[in-house]
C-alpha cells in the first residue's frame, strides 16, 4: 500500500498534466485584446452561434429519439440485443469523414432519402439541418449509452410498485423511471451537446457551409497560419469551458435535489 497509492497518484497527476497542458497553453498564449477582437469579427461570432445551436438542436432530437431506444436497452430481453447495442455504438468507431460520405450518400438531393424531403423543401447538404444531423449521428452514443446505464440503475420493483397502485405505463416511467434517472441522462446529453460541438469530419463533408467553428479554424489555419486560428481556437475553447462548467455546476445541482 506504500507504494501503490503514491505510483497511481503520480500516473494520474501525469495525465491530468497531458490533458490540460495544451488547453492552458492555447487559452494564455491569445491576450485579451485579440480574443476581444476576435469576438467581434462577424465571421466567428456567426459560426460560434451556429456551432451552439445546431449542436443543441442535435442533442434535443437525441433526447427524443435516444430516450425510448436506451429504455428498451435498460428494460427488454430480446433476440439481438447484443448486436442493436453495437449499432449505437457504430458511429463512434467508423472514421467521421468515411461517416460524412455514407451520410451524403443518404441524404444527398440525388439520392433516394434526401430527394424525397427536398420534395418537402428540406435540404441537408450546406444547411443547418444536415449540421444537426451529422452532429447527432456522431454523438448519439454517448447519450444512449448514458441514459440506458441510468435506466439500469432504476430498480424495476419501483416501476412494478407504481403499476400496482394504478399508474399507467406511461406515468410511470415519467415519474418514476425518468426522474430517478436524470442524473445519468443530463450527463449523458451535456457530453453529446459537447461531441456535438467538436464535430468536424462528417459536418465538412455533408455542410461545409455555413461554417460551423471547427470548420472556420481548419480553413483559417489552411489558408492563412496558425497566427489567424489560433485566436478563434482559443475563443472556442474558452466559451465551451464556461459552458460546460455552468452545465456541470447544474447536474451537480440536480443531484443535490
Known sequence: ?????????????????????????????????????????????????????????ATLSGFLLGIPLAYILARWSFP?????????????????????VALLMVYGKKFLIGSLFSKIGISFVGTEVGISL??????LPFLVNAARDGFLAVNPRLEAVARTLGASPWQTFFKVTLPLARRAILTGAIMM??????????????????????????????SYG?????????LLIIICLLIFAVLRWLSGRSREV
Not at 476581444?36 to 459560426?47: F, G, K, M, P
Open 1 to 57: 500500500m506504500k507504494t501503490f497509492t503514491p505510483v497511481f497518484s503520480a500516473l494520474a497527476v501525469l495525465l491530468l498534466v497531458l490533458l490540460t497542458t495544451p488547453i492552458v497553453n492555447m487559452v494564455i498564449s491569445s491576450p485579451p485584446a485579440l480574443l476581444r477582437s476576435t469576438l467581434l469579427d462577424q465571421e466567428v461570432l456567426h459560426a460560434i452561434i451556429l456551432t451552439l445551436k445546431t449542436a443543441l438542436w
Open 80 to 100: 439481438g440485443k447484443s448486436f442493436l447495442q453495437g449499432l449505437v455504438d457504430l458511429p463512434i468507431m467508423i472514421p467521421h469523414t468515411a461517416m460524412g
Open 134 to 139: 451529422a452532429m447527432a449521428y456522431v454523438s
Open 193 to 222: 451537446w459537447a461531441r456535438g460541438i467538436s464535430e468536424f469530419g462528417a459536418v465538412v463533408i455533408l455542410a461545409y457551409h455555413p461554417m460551423v467553428a471547427p470548420i472556420l479554424i481548419w480553413e483559417r489555419f489552411e
Open 226 to 234: 496558425l497566427a489567424y486560428a489560433r485566436p478563434v481556437a482559443s
